[in-house]
T-cell receptor
Framework: RKEVEQDPGPFNVPEGATVAFNCTYS??????FFWYRQDCRKEPKLLMS???SGNEDGRFTAQLNRASQYISLLIRDSKLSDSATYLC?????????????FGIGTKLQVIP | DAMVIQNPRYQVTQFGKPVTLSCSQT?????MYWYQQKSSQAPKLLFH???????NEADTPDNFQSRRPNTSFCFLDIRSPGLGDAAMYLC??????????????????FGPGTRLTVL
């Protein structure tokens, strides 16, 4: 089993739709979780950190379910500019550094 | 603005010809990472530095070396690039507080990447 698993997609959704992605992780001791956004041929950029029971930022909501070892990202009222790859990132906190593990990413395409 | 800078943004080299990629940061972070990312794949950690302490990933080929002469700069040397080394190379930074974990940055800050083409 991979350390961090994501459905690579693509998810094709119409503008204005609500879309959700899940990400599962295998290390139950993992401490920190993040969603990064990566545009085509660009570097990953932090979208949201996910702590304890989750958090919300505008149209974006991230949830953490420790019992089932997954995190989710919900995007409401999708915009064309939301089209990107969303990377799930998990920090196991082993070794003392932020040696994180990336998922393969879920590709989102918002269609006019 | 404080940032992570990578040079060059695009690098073309010939098969077997050594190449050096550079990364600099103005964030004063004590941890620097090099990742390799191929198309439609997750970034793969090659190695990282905690201050001057070098940490190599077990599956990083010997062909890849790194130097960190000071806090601000880190270099990735590819001694004999092969066609399979064509990828985006990402530098990232963070801060680890050690005995003072409250100063740690939990996230990583990425540079724009260097896209390497091997002919």
């Amino acid at each position: 089993r991979k350390e961090v698993e994501q459905d690579p997609g693509p998810f094709n959704v119409p503008e204005g739709a609500t879309v959700a992605f899940n990400c599962t992780y295998s290390n139950s001791a993992s401490q920190s979780f993040f969603w990064y956004r990566q545009d085509c041929r660009k570097e990953p950029k932090l979208l949201m950190s996910v702590y304890s029971s989750g958090n919300e930022d505008g149209r974006f909501t991230a949830q953490l379910n420790r019992a089932s070892q997954y995190i989710s990202l919900l995007i409401r009222d999708s915009k064309l500019s939301d089209s990107a790859t969303y990377l799930c990132v998990v920090n196991p906190r082993s070794g003392g550094y932020q040696k994180v593990t990336f998922g393969i990413g879920t590709k989102l395409q918002v269609i006019p | 603005d404080a940032m992570v800078i990578q040079n060059p943004r695009y690098q073309v080299t010939q098969f077997g010809k050594p190449v050096t990629l550079s990364c600099s940061q103005t964030l004063n972070h004590n941890v620097m990472y090099w990742y390799q990312q191929k198309s439609s794949q997750a970034p793969k950690l090659l190695f990282h530095y905690y201050d001057k302490d070098f940490n190599n990933e077990a599956d990083t080929p010997d062909n890849f070396q790194s130097r960190r002469p000071n806090t601000s700069f880190c270099f990735l040397d590819i001694r004999s690039p092969g066609l399979g080394d064509a990828a985006m190379y990402l530098c990232a930074t963070s801060t680890w507080g050690g005995a003072a974990p409250w100063v740690s940055t939990d996230t990583q800050y990425f540079g724009p990447g260097t896209r390497l083409t091997v002919l």
